[in-house]
């Protein structure tokens, strides 16, 4: 999927979700950036030349917080992993988060701390994986153009390759901690109902951080050992 969506250029039409009023921009950048496959170092390009042209701090802010927590393929390995109603649920939280971010920067945006987001020397066409994604049209039949075939047979592998390394490591983790981590320490500390396991999960899952593909492996072990679901869910938010 992802590279499909890179070879294509689908990602120019994320652009159309910054047109028109800033409130229906806030809620679109949010919804469109837990499907958005932007690489780390490809999301701020784009949203410089967002700035650049224009679009509000508003629904940038949106997107920015919505798009790192989610996207097709950790949306489909959350799934495999934890299930499609966990799935689902971090879905919605990504966009939660997203929308409440966009819209307290709307709130403040008058203020200095807001008065000129965008640097004077900004890059906006790319950081060297490739052509902008803010830029041309998609093309859906790419297998007719030889560097569009490239571009996706490049993604598929260099994917698979991040998958793996993430997802072997995080499972291998997740084994020893079934087998040597027992399951009472884990419920005294995340298990049960309340507030509490989900302050701490957060609390947790942030300075835990690995990487978002592996956090999941690392929350199935802590489900299976009695966190909660609270918990779990506040701990894939901070720290995947």
């Known amino acids: 999927m992802v590279g499909y969506l890179k070879a294509s250029g689908a990602e120019a039409l994320l652009a159309r979700a910054f047109e028109g009023r800033e409130i229906r921009m806030i809620f679109m950048a949010a919804a469109l ?29 949106a997107f920015w917080l919505a798009s790192p927590l989610m996207d097709p393929a950790m949306f489909l390995v959350t799934a495999g992993t934890l299930g ?9 939280a990504a966009i939660g988060l997203g929308i409440m971010g966009g819209f307290t920067v709307k709130l403040f945006a008058k ?7 965008l640097r004077k020397a900004v890059q906006t066409s790319g950081c060297g994986c490739g052509p902008s994604p803010f830029d041309g049209k998609p093309v859906w039949k790419f297998w007719k153009e030889a560097p569009r075939r490239t571009a996706f047979r490049q993604t598929v592998v260099e994917n698979a390759l991040f998958l793996g390394k993430w997802l072997l490591l995080a499972y291998l983790i997740e084994a020893l901690m079934l087998s040597y981590v027992p399951a009472e320490t884990i419920a005294s500390f995340l298990g049960g109902e309340g507030l509490k396991p989900i302050a701490l999960g957060a609390l947790i899952g942030a300075p835990a951080y690995l990487n978002g593909f592996a956090a999941v492996p690392l929350i199935h072990a802590l489900l299976e050992q009695g966190m909660s679901n609270g918990a779990a869910m506040s701990f894939a938010i901070a720290g995947g």
């Open 84 to 92: 499609w109603e966990f799935a689902f649920a971090k879905g919605i």
């Open 111 to 117: 203020s200095a701390v807001f008065a000129n987001p």
């Open 33 to 61: 950036g837990g499907l958005s496959p932007f690489c780390s170092c490809e999301v701020i390009p784009f949203i410089a030349a967002l700035l650049a042209l224009g679009a509000p701090l508003s629904a940038v802010m």
